[in-house]
C-alpha cells in the first residue's frame, strides 16, 4: 500500500500570527474527521520553529519549501538541510517550479538538495511538469522524464525509496485551470513507468502526488486515479476547511 499524501505548500503567504491560526484550525478540524490521509504543511520558514511546536503530536507532519545546495558555512541567506531537520521539518520541496522559473533552480542545484537532505533525515518533495507549450507541443513526457533522470536517477535504491514526487503542470499552477483526472492518471502512471525501469518495483511505493489548483470540488476525481496517490496544495491550503476537505477526498 502506498503512502496518501495531502501537503500544503503556503508559498510566501500569511504573517507568523495568520499562520498560527491556520494550523489551529487545520489541527481542530483534522481531528473532527480523521482524514486518512498524512497531512503535511509547508509554511515559510520564519514560521517552521513556531509551527513545529504547534505540531508536536498532532499527526501532522512539518516540511519546508527548499533548502541550501550547501551544508553550511558562507551562504548568505541561506537555510541548510540540517537547520530544517534540526526544527523539527520531516519534509522538504524541491525544485517547485516557481524555484526553477524565478530563483534558477538547476537539476545540477537539485542534486545536491536531493542528497543533502536525505542525508539529514528529509524527506525531499520533489516536483516535476511541464509548462504550457511544452504541453501544447506534446513534450510533456520527455520533459518529466528529463527532469526525473537528471536528478533522480543518481541516487542508490535505498534513498530513492524515501523520495515522494509531485507533478504539477506548470500551467495548472495557481491558474485555476486543473488538468483533467485522465490527464493526470497518464502522465502519473508514465511516471511510475519511467521510475520502474530505474528502480524497479520499488517505483510502486513511491508516492506521486498532483498539483496545480486542486481544490475540494476536484479533489475526489483526481485521487481516484491508480497512480494519484494524494495532493500538493498551494491556494486552497491556505483556508483550513478546503485542505481538510481535500484530505478527505480520497
Ligand atoms: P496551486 O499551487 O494549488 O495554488 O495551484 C500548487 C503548487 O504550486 O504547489
Request: net charge negative.
Amino acid at each position: 500500500m502506498r503512502k496518501k499524501i495531502v501537503a500544503g505548500n503556503w508559498k510566501m503567504n500569511t504573517t507568523i500570527s495568520e499562520g498560527e491560526l491556520l494550523v489551529n484550525q487545520i489541527l481542530t478540524l483534522k481531528k473532527e474527521s480523521q482524514p486518512e490521509a498524512e497531512l503535511i504543511v509547508a509554511p515559510p520558514f520564519t514560521h517552521l520553529a513556531t509551527i513545529s511546536k504547534l505540531l508536536q503530536g498532532s499527526g501532522v507532519a512539518l516540511s519546508s519549501q527548499n533548502c541550501a545546495d550547501e551544508l553550511s558555512g558562507a551562504y548568505t541567506g541561506e537555510v541548510s538541510a540540517s537547520m530544517l531537520n534540526a526544527v523539527g521539518c520531516e519534509y522538504v520541496i524541491l525544485g517547485h517550479s516557481e524555484r526553477r522559473e524565478y530563483y534558477g533552480e538547476t537539476s545540477a542545484k537539485l542534486v545536491k538538495k536531493v542528497k543533502l537532505s536525505l542525508a539529514n533525515n528529509l524527506t525531499p518533495i520533489f516536483c516535476i511538469g511541464e509548462k504550457l507549450e511544452e504541453r501544447e507541443a506534446n513534450k510533456h513526457f520527455e520533459v518529466v522524464e528529463e527532469q526525473i533522470k537528471e536528478v533522480l536517477f543518481g541516487l542508490d535504491p535505498e534513498d530513492f525509496a524515501k523520495i515522494v514526487i509531485a507533478y504539477e503542470p506548470v500551467w495548472a499552477i495557481g491558474t485555476g485551470k486543473t488538468a483533467t483526472s485522465a490527464q493526470a492518471q497518464e502522465i502519473h502512471k508514465y511516471i511510475r513507468e519511467v521510475l520502474a525501469g530505474k528502480f524497479g518495483e520499488l517505483a510502486q511505493n513511491t508516492p506521486i502526488l498532483y498539483g496545480g489548483s486542486c481544490k475540494p470540488s476536484n479533489a475526489a476525481e483526481i485521487f481516484a486515479q491508480p497512480d494519484v496517490d494524494g495532493g500538493l496544495i498551494g491556494g486552497a491550503s491556505l483556508v483550513a476547511a478546503d485542505f481538510i476537505a481535500i484530505a478527505k477526498a480520497f
